[in-house]
């Protein structure tokens, strides 16, 4: 994988957008009177990060990098936080949230260790387990083929209510323009580097112009500015971008049912949290506390509540 927060704030300055507040007093919602506004009624995030339980494991036998996370006891958790609900820094407080936080503050209790969150860019997040500067990442990160042949990835995790779909952000004044992917033949696509959105283009946009760019925020100016035609995001975040834009932007799988073939990737379902290659100790630990969680539905809770935090609206089948 999304709003507002750090990705939208550089926009809105620029484009003098207004971004709303609570789901349940947006003005921008686009539920009519028999589609009504989506209400949180769970635990609060601030409250599930400081009652977060843990999931029993055996540890006996750990080593590597594993084994030195219960030595020093202190695990440290690589993210890039511009990716509402998985991961954003809250512009009240400064302090990194998402769903993904809660689950790295679930996996570092059930080590039995405390969380160090390092937040960089997202091209640097994997780096950061080569170098040693980190010992897993988690910044929605999706399998691919190939990131499996350098790194060690977990099982999959989502909520198993929220959509698994990836379309293109496009502004609103050009959406007459788009039925198809077809018709992206030509135009610029922005792209977070590294990210599954990349890899749908390259493979299903071949006549489109690719450009990467570190950061959402980057994509999000120059859609606005118009150096690039669309930028290709999951659902939920072009959902709640295109809402929280004062009419600028539009999600054409909202519009128009406009999304990427997901059914030719061997892609496990959700995300995955990536450790550096060969720590089979380190990620069959956290497969061990992925299966428990999603068992118990404890990750639906930690999607939801960061959802609510992030002011996201989350999609669902």
């Known amino acids: 994988m999304k709003k507002l927060l750090v990705v939208l704030l550089s926009l809105l300055m620029l484009t003098n957008l207004c971004a709303c507040g609570s789901k349940t007093e947006d003005t921008n919602n686009t539920g009519t009177d028999d589609e009504p506004a989506w209400v949180y009624e769970g635990v609060g995030y601030d409250k599930l990060m400081e009652t977060m339980g843990k999931s029993e494991i055996d540890l006996s036998n750990a080593d590597g990098t594993l084994a030195k996370v219960l030595e020093k006891g202190e695990l440290v958790m690589a993210t890039s936080p511009d990716y509402p609900p998985a991961e954003f820094v809250d512009a009240l407080t400064g302090e990194v949230k998402g769903s993904d936080i809660l689950l790295g503050q679930y996996i570092a209790n059930s080590l039995g260790v405390t969380l160090k969150v390092e937040s960089m860019d997202f091209g640097a997040v994997l780096t950061s387990l080569d170098t040693g500067k980190s010992d897993i990442a988690i910044s929605g990160f999706g399998y691919k083929e190939d990131r499996a042949e350098v790194y060690e990835l977990s099982i999959g995790y989502q909520a198993k209510s929220s959509a698994?779909?990836?379309t293109i952000l496009v502004r609103a004044e050009d959406v007459d323009k788009y039925n198809s992917l077809a018709d992206f033949a030509g135009k610029t696509i922005d792209a977070q580097a590294n990210s599954l959105q990349q890899m749908?283009?390259?493979d299903q946009l071949t006549e489109s112009n690719l450009q990467l760019v570190s950061t959402l925020d980057i994509a999000l100016l120059e859609l606005s500015s118009k150096k690039v035609d669309a930028?290709?995001?999951?659902?939920?975040?072009?959902?709640?971008?295109?809402?929280n834009s004062n009419g600028m932007f539009v999600s054409l799988y909202s519009e128009k049912g406009i999304e990427f073939d997901l059914s030719q990737y061997k892609d496990v379902a959700g995300n995955v949290v990536a450790c550096k290659k060969g720590e089979t100790?380190?990620?069959n630990a956290v497969n061990e506390i992925i299966t428990d969680i999603m068992e118990k539905g404890t990750y639906a809770d930690m999607y939801y509540a960061a959802c609510d935090a992030a002011g996201v609206v989350p999609s669902e089948e």
Do not use: Q
Request: charged share 20%; glycine share 0%.
């Open 231 to 243: 930028v290709a995001l999951d659902s939920t975040t072009a959902k709640n971008h295109a809402e």
């Open 200 to 202: 749908y283009v390259e």
């Open 164 to 166: 698994a779909h990836h």
């Open 281 to 283: 100790s380190l990620i």
